[in-house]
């Protein structure tokens, strides 16, 4: 499957942001779908993730009550909705594909990823 990710930009501290990841491939149901981040001089870290079907989610600790995560099937896309951003929130953000056993939070469970988009809080 490959994966393309949009939305990206400067937002100001408490403002919102909502990113998309559009899928390629007939199998997109098949796979749990995640959301990483990376900001700079610092390692990727899981930020959300959703189960094939939509009925499952996990958030990172960091975004919890302000990001939500969700997937439509039959598009073929899963979308991310920032809300109340933080400057600590600054990172390109990845969307990535794995097995649909479970909702890993490590980077080498996903066999496939975006291009990443980048995201900027700053005044």
């Known amino acids: 499957v490959q994966l393309q990710a949009s939305g990206g930009g400067l937002v100001q501290p408490g403002g919102s942001l909502r990113l998309s990841c559009a899928a390629s491939g007939r199998t997109f149901s098949s796979y749990t779908m995640t959301w990483f981040r990376q900001a700079p001089g610092k390692e990727r870290e899981f930020v959300a993730g959703?189960?094939?079907?939509?009925?499952?989610?996990y958030y990172a600790d960091s975004v919890k009550g302000r990001f939500t995560i969700s997937r439509d099937n039959a598009k073929n896309t899963v979308a991310l909705q920032m809300n109340s951003l933080k400057p600590e929130d600054t990172a390109v953000y990845y969307c990535?594909?794995?097995?649909?056993?479970?909702?890993?939070?490590?980077?080498?469970?996903?066999?496939?990823w975006g291009q990443g988009t980048l995201v900027t809080v700053s005044s």
């Open positions: 990535a594909a794995g097995p649909r056993l479970r909702i890993g939070i490590s980077a080498n469970y996903y066999n496939y």
């Open positions: 959703i189960n094939w079907s939509g009925t499952s989610t």
